[in-house]
């Protein structure tokens, strides 16, 4: 059974960090491209981050210089580093697996973990 379990969300302070793990099971990342999302109450869904199935990283201008994607193929998990948040920061994030080398179409997504940046 193919899952994605994202992990490592909570509460922050405005310039602190997190870091959110992805953990894949029923197939393994060497193949696939991996993303994260978020989305904010009353925002439409964002892509954050990109990390293809090479290592080839992509980054939403919003989290560039703060965010860093990163992935274990040996553990089957993708990290998403988040340093200096704010509260825009404040959403659902999601990871999402791609087949192949590019970020886009994802085939299999999270169930989403939440981030909270208080002021």
């Known amino acids: 059974q193919v899952q994605l379990v994202e992990s490592g969300g909570g509460l922050v302070q405005s310039g602190g960090s997190l870091r959110l793990s992805c953990t894949a099971s029923?197939?393994?990342?060497?193949?696939?491209?991996m993303g994260w999302f978020r989305q904010a109450p009353g925002k439409e869904r964002e892509a954050v981050s990109c990390?293809?199935?090479?290592?080839?990283?992509a980054y939403a201008d919003s989290v560039k210089g703060r965010f860093t994607i990163s992935r274990d193929n040996a553990k089957n998990t993708v990290y998403l580093q988040m340093n200096s948040l704010n509260p825009e920061d404040t959403a659902v994030y999601y990871c999402?697996?791609?087949?192949?080398?590019?970020?886009?179409?994802?085939?299999?997504w999270g169930q989403g973990t939440q981030v909270t940046v208080s002021r």
């Open positions: 999402a697996a791609a087949s192949g080398y590019g970020c886009v179409p994802y085939d299999y």
């Open positions: 029923g197939f393994t990342l060497d193949n696939y491209a």
């Open positions: 990390s293809s199935s090479n290592g080839d990283t």
